[in-house]
């Protein structure tokens, strides 16, 4: 059985970092891609970045870009998402998911493509 689990959420105010780690379990990961979505109270879950395990490819949401870098780790089977001058408007659960899909030049946005989801982490993100 595929497990995601996520780490590294915290409350922090605007402008700082925080880096979300999310590890993989139970399966193989060579052809798979990884990604992030985030769910805020009241909101559906939106894509953040996602990351294809074999090409290496990333693909991130435009309110995102710039500011959060997806990376993977293949030896450790671990995806980080490093986030850079947050807004209170990043405040959300986060959740990290696995698409084995296969070998994607571009990983998928949709969250339906996903198989696998992890619990979520919580970031806020103060004014």
């Known amino acids: 059985q595929v497990q995601l689990v996520e780490s590294g959420g915290g409350l922090v105010q605007a402008g700082d970092s925080l880096r979300l780690s999310c590890a993989a379990s139970?399966?193989?990961?060579?052809?798979?891609?990884m990604g992030w979505f985030r769910q805020a109270p009241g909101k559906e879950r939106e894509f953040v970045a996602a990351?294809?395990?074999?090409?290496?490819?990333?693909y991130y949401a435009f309110s995102v870009r710039g500011r959060f870098t997806i990376s993977k780790d293949n030896a450790k089977n671990t995806v980080t998402l490093q986030m850079d001058s947050l807004k209170p408007e990043d405040t959300a659960v986060y959740f990290c998911?696995?698409?084995?899909?296969?070998?994607?030049?571009?990983?998928?946005?949709?969250?339906?493509?996903?198989?696998?989801w992890g619990q979520g982490t919580q970031v806020t993100v103060s004014s």
């Open positions: 998911a696995v698409d084995y899909g296969g070998d994607y030049l571009i990983p998928p946005s949709l969250a339906y493509e996903y198989d696998y």
């Open positions: 139970g399966g193989t990961f060579s052809s798979v891609a």
């Open positions: 990351i294809s395990f074999s090409s290496g490819e990333t």
